[in-house]
């Protein structure tokens, strides 16, 4: 069985500041993590994605994450936000290629001036 | 690349009609492609999965004779919903997984289809 758990379903950050969406995860065998974001009546789009190797992975639009099996976490993390990035974002889980994805609850960030 | 798309990205039908909903990829071949239905403000919620040429897996809950999947092509699945009812209203996206070395991981998807039954 596998889960996650994303805290905090609103985010607001000023422009400019760091943004940090946190989710941690439950699985049984090592996981494939993702995150991806999903704008207004829109479908989602893969920001980036842990499978193996290196845990620190980088995506589009500045966004990156940190894959830590002791905190069985994958925090995303961007260092400046930028008001194009006000979306809903979704961290998930899956347990192996071609397997199903186990989505979170998602995160709405909000960008002020 | 790795684009999916969806038609058609809205529709409004009355209660008891059928509609159908077409996912494709547009640049790759696609090994599984998966539905999920998403309400307003909510998590997507897996619904079924279909590989090219077998019956689609649904999840439980799901039921199998309302919404029908056929993936009659590596780049072609399709979702009917029969006898749609209001409550059938929703958002749904389809996704698609390449065929081929590391691509199977990593699901696309589509832009989404807005149904609302009257």
């Known amino acids: 069985a596998q889960s996650v758990t994303q805290l905090g379903s609103h985010v607001s950050v000023s422009e400019g500041a760091l943004v940090l969406l946190r989710c941690n995860y439950s699985?049984?065998?090592?996981?494939?993590l993702f995150w991806y974001v999903q704008y207004p009546n829109q479908g989602l789009q893969l920001l980036l994605k842990?499978?193996?190797?290196?845990?620190l992975v980088k995506g589009i639009n500045g966004f990156e994450a940190e894959f830590k099996k002791s905190e069985t976490s994958f925090h995303l993390t961007k260092p400046s936000a930028h008001m194009s990035d006000a979306a809903e974002y979704f961290c998930a889980v899956s347990t192996g290629g071609g397997n199903k994805l186990t989505f979170g609850t998602g995160t709405q960030l909000k960008v002020e001036l | 690349g790795a684009v999916v798309s969806q038609h058609p990205s809205w529709v409004i039908c009355k209660s008891g009609t059928s509609v159908k909903i077409e996912c494709r990829s547009l640049d790759f071949q696609a090994t599984t492609m998966f539905w999920y239905r998403q309400f307003p403000k909510q998590s997507l919620m897996l619904m079924a999965t279909?590989?090219?040429?077998?019956?689609?897996?649904?999840e439980q809950g799901v039921e199998k004779d309302k919404f029908l999947i056929n993936h009659a092509s590596l780049t072609l699945s399709t979702l009917t919903v029969t006898s749609a009812h209001p409550e059938d209203s929703s958002f749904y996206i389809c996704?698609?997984?390449?065929?081929?070395?590391?691509?199977?991981?990593?699901?696309?998807f589509g832009p989404g289809t807005r149904l609302l039954v009257l």
């Open positions: 842990y499978t193996t190797g290196a845990t």
């Open positions: 996704s698609a997984t390449p065929r081929g070395a590391g691509g199977l991981e990593t699901q696309y």
């Open positions: 699985s049984s065998v090592p996981p494939y």
């Open positions: 279909s590989n090219e040429g077998s019956k689609a897996t649904y």
